[in-house]
């Protein structure tokens, strides 16, 4: 999309207010950053312990959707989600 400058812009059709470890449970999903980041992240506005369960909560959902999109290769990944937590 080109804006009333002449500047491309994106559009995020994602775009959601929520908690800002949803964020940061969706950078480690698939990959993560450096180990700089989450370091520098925590640094600046620091992280409530628990972080690793809670994240692995927020990326539930999204998995399921894949799982449901694009096959059993998230399967394993869901269940063992699931399966920690139950």
Do not use: W
């Not at 992240?41 to 809670?54: F, H, M, Q, T």
């Amino acid at each position: 999309m080109i804006d009333s400058n002449g500047q491309p812009t994106i559009i995020d059709p994602a775009v959601s207010y929520s908690h800002r470890e949803v964020d940061l449970a969706m950078t480690k999903l698939f990959g993560g950053f450096q180990p700089t980041f989450y370091e520098a992240y925590n640094e600046e506005l620091p992280l409530d312990k628990g972080l690793d369960d809670r994240l692995l909560i927020y990326q539930l959902y999204p998995l399921l959707i894949h799982l449901n999109l694009f096959g059993s290769g998230y399967y394993r990944q869901c269940m063992s989600i699931i399966k920690r937590f139950s």
